[in-house]
């Protein structure tokens, strides 16, 4: 109070000189203010850009990383249990037989009623794992190797699983193979060693290995390797004729179709990959 009285009554010319010192000084600031809000304004802009790219790469990354391997931590991939794949799959899971073809049998046992019920809870497991599930067949019912072929083909499947149960004289025998054409097309190789590795190291059950062709002639290649248009395997999960094997397909179900949907989860990540 008492110094701007001061100024007030002695010196009105300094006064003045004051007043144009402050309005250039606050005419700079202002203008420094303002160039510095613009260039924060500008970067922010940029930030903002920047954020939207990050934006637009995150989902990227989110579908990249489970491929690899890890873990997503957060989203909608994280909500779909157990999958690691990053596209979108169809797989036709063809129970074997049916119908009036009963297959091979055993006691109580028929291979249609055995095939059915793997591939149906296969279907629930890859469901589960967000693979799109094409049956060839969902009940006791009698279709044709071409309607089998079609329902595949149709649906454009990335891989054909055709279920089925070994028969020996000798009940010793027992494993798990898969047949694949004999021209021994890449897919189908990696398929069908895909699914052998995952049961036998899931189930413990038999390592017997790919083959190609077909039973008895390796010359001759079965229906629905030879007409299906994707990657596709005859699978013997397991000999009807034997005991152990048997019980991989009633009493260890869950298991055996949890080690069927893994193997082919594990080659379809394997071809994006
Ligand atoms: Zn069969």
Not at 134 to 156: F, G, H, L, P, W
Not at 184 to 202: F, M, Y
């Amino acid at each position: 109070m008492g110094n701007n009285a001061r100024r007030k009554d002695g010196v009105p010319k300094r006064w003045d000189k004051i007043i144009g010192a402050v309005t250039l000084l606050t005419i700079v600031l202002f203008g420094f203010m303002i160039y510095n809000d613009f260039s924060g304004t500008s970067s922010k802009a940029a930030g903002t850009g920047g954020n939207s790219t990050a934006k637009e790469t995150l989902p990227q990354l989110e579908h990249t990383l489970p491929e690899n391997g890890q873990s997503s931590g957060s989203g909608e991939e994280a909500s779909s249990e157990g999958n690691i794949l990053s596209g979108e799959y169809v797989v036709c899971i063809d129970a074997g037989h049916g119908g009036k073809d009963y297959g091979s049998s055993r006691e109580n046992y028929t291979e249609k009623n055995l095939t059915l019920s793997v591939a149906q809870r296969v279907k629930e497991l890859l469901e589960e794992s967000g693979i799109d599930v094409v049956m060839t067949r969902t009940s006791d019912t009698d279709v044709s190797y071409e309607q089998r072929i079609k329902i595949c083909n149709d649906a454009k499947a990335d891989a054909m699983i055709s279920i089925h149960m070994n028969s020996a004289e000798q009940p010793s025998a027992k494993g798990a193979e898969a047949w694949i054409h004999n021209k021994k097309p890449a897919d189908s190789q990696k398929l069908s060693e895909a699914l052998i590795k995952s049961i036998t190291n899931g189930t413990g059950a038999n390592d017997r290995g790919v083959k190609y062709g077909s039973i008895g002639d390796a010359q001759k290649n079965y229906y629905v390797n030879a007409y299906s248009s994707c990657a596709s395997t005859v699978l013997e999960l397991g000999f009807i004729t034997n005991s152990e094997d048997i019980k991989l397909v009633t009493d260890r179900l869950d298991e055996t179709a949890a080690a069927i949907a893994g193997g082919i989860v594990d080659y379809l990540s394997e071809t994006e990959g």
